[in-house]
Nanobody, 116 residues
Framework: QVQLVESGGGLVQPGGSLRLSCVAS????????MNWYRQAPGKERELVAG????????PYADSVKGRFTISRDNAKKTVYLQMNSLKPEDTAVYYC?????????WGQGTQVTVSS
């Protein structure tokens, strides 16, 4: 079965950096677009970034352009989100997502808190 396991979240000061990881299993990872979403308290879940199967296309939400970088290692079945210049408004639970045969699968999420 499809499984996604995120890690790398934590508490960081404004201006700091974190790198999130999402390890996938149960599907042909290298054939699928992967996405990172986030959900802040009291807000809807929003798309942060995506990456095509070969990494050639990496769209970003306007709010994170120039600060976040999504990447993937198909050999390790892992997708990453490098987050730099973090702001308090980046505080949220970050989720990895894949859509396989019209079904969306989500990880359990990892908490990112940006605060001084």
């Amino acid at each position: 079965q499809v499984q996604l396991v995120e890690s790398g979240g934590g508490l960081v000061q404004p201006g700091g950096s974190l790198r999130l990881s999402c390890v996938a299993s149960g599907f042909a990872f290298s054939s699928y677009t992967m996405n990172w979403y986030r959900q802040a308290p009291g807000k809807e879940r929003e798309l942060v970034a995506g990456i095509s199967p070969t990494g050639g296309s990496t769209p970003y939400a306007d709010s994170v352009k120039g600060r976040f970088t999504i990447s993937r290692d198909n050999a390790k079945k892992t997708v990453y989100l490098q987050m730099n210049s973090l702001k308090p408004e980046d505080t949220a639970v970050y989720y990895c997502r894949v859509r396989v045969q019209a079904i969306a699968y989500w990880g359990q999420g990892t908490q990112v808190t940006v605060s001084s």
